[in-house]
């Protein structure tokens, strides 16, 4: 019971921390959402024609949106990183309380952040033409599922922040490999267009999985699959990276 | 409150192939204030990171407030308050902000978490920057809010590792009264400091530590004895004629920053000095009998100066 009590404190802290600090909201919020103008600008008529007349919003939103969560655990990697080296995760892992609840903390928390940053995003979108028709239930599960995908994320960016030597480190470590799925994803290009021998790393890309899945969500289509297929992710991920993190914090 | 104070024996610890402490052992009794001094990198914060349950123990036992460390850390964690060498506090929310949350972790509701910030905020003289982001603060007052997180629930053990490394000296003589407040109050101190003025102030032991060793240990005054009696110090010009004069008739005769000493004195050899320099005909500006400092104790005992405050002379 304590250790849920703590959890929700450490989260809003993190939280809070992160309300409070403009440069850091500007860059979770914006930085996806230029990206996803840009793109709609410069490739929007191109792919459009290709995907035999779907409209590219509906397939680059939710990509976008996936994308901000896995950009905000750059965030998330930096931010625990610098606890770890200022001190006050010693203060915390000497204090009485479970040691477990400071990383719950970091993960619960930044997973509410990345639900908010999504929230927003979705609402810039939809002023894009973005649009939900499956109901409330389906953007239930399409939040879900984008908390699901920010799951692995996190738990790879505090393992990373962990790890590593330096904050240049994590945010080096994080970035290459978010950058690379994006643009290995099939949100910007249909896997179609990609080389044969590329293919089905475009197909296994967790963006492409949970992008299939949101798109199924929002505007229709299959859903169980990719929905599938992105809990499978998720659960090697917690099946890897969780001990991994909770073995490197002791 | 629990009994014990600090218990350490033979304590080691190793990280890779470096070994960070080797065999300490001393004892911190209830209500008092042991000084752990040594330079940089000598083993002062492995000890304390060992017995505040950071890192684990290689070797060798410790118990606090009578729990052993290896084997009860929750009951060591439950007990002690730790004020770390970095401000461990959160720079972005306000002073308020942080000694509320460690608070409530600390299981006090709402009402008693914010009662108990306004309380230490006022007593650590915080109380106009409370609700400014703690970014803003001054190193000192920092400190003074780390050292008010560690202390938002009262434990009968606080270490302090390092409290004035990095001030300046308003900061210190800031810290070091609400140090000599808690000791007031009966709180069990470690405390650790590079500073000889600082353990010879505040704590009623000195252990002193280098290279993860315990090299010596006993009161402030006791440690000086170790040096051998008290030391005579003559400014006079001309110095060298002075230094010449002196060592012909003394052993030990050493001249430093304007003052030349002769060690290992007594009152008679104060009056020897006088008439030793008398006879030279040479007017002293000032003789005076006093105690060994501690870096000079340092220096006996490891046959090298002790780290030193950058910028400014710390010593009195």
Known sequence: ?????????????????????????????????????????????LVGAATHGGRYIDRLAPVIVLFSAAYGAVGTGVGFFTDLRSGIVDRFRSMNISRLSVLAGRIVGDLVRAVLVAAVTTAVAHLAGFRFTGGPLAVLGFFAVVALFAWIFLWLAVVVAMAASSEQAVSGALNTPVTLLLFLSSGFVPVEQFPGWLQ?????????????????LSGGGPVLLPVLFTGAWAVAATVILVPLAVRLYK | MYGGGVEVEHLRKVFGRKTAVEDVSFTVEPGAVVGLLGPNGAGKTTVVNCLSTLVPLDGGRASVAGHDVAGDPAGVRASIALTGQFAAVDGVLTGRQNLVLFGRLLKLDRRAAAARAEELLTAFGLGEAADKPVASYSGGMRRRLDLAASLVVKRPVIFLDEPTTGLDPAGRQEMWEIVSGLREEGATLLLTTQYLEEADRLADRIVLIDHGRVIAEGTPGELKKRVGGQVCEVRAEPREQVLRTLRERFGDVVESGGTVTVRGADSETLAEVVAVLREACVEADDIQLRRPTLDEVFFVLTGRAPARRTGEEARS
């Open chain 1, 1 to 45: 019971m304590s250790t849920i009590t703590e959890t929700g404190l450490l989260a809003g802290r993190n939280l809070r921390r992160f309300a409070k600090s403009p440069q850091l909201v500007a860059d979770a919020v914006m930085f996806p959402l230029i990206l996803l103008f840009l793109m709609l600008l410069v490739f929007g008529e």
């Open chain 1, 200 to 216: 089905p790393v475009v197909r296994a890309n967790p963006l492409s999985l949970a992008g299939d899945a949101l798109v199924g």
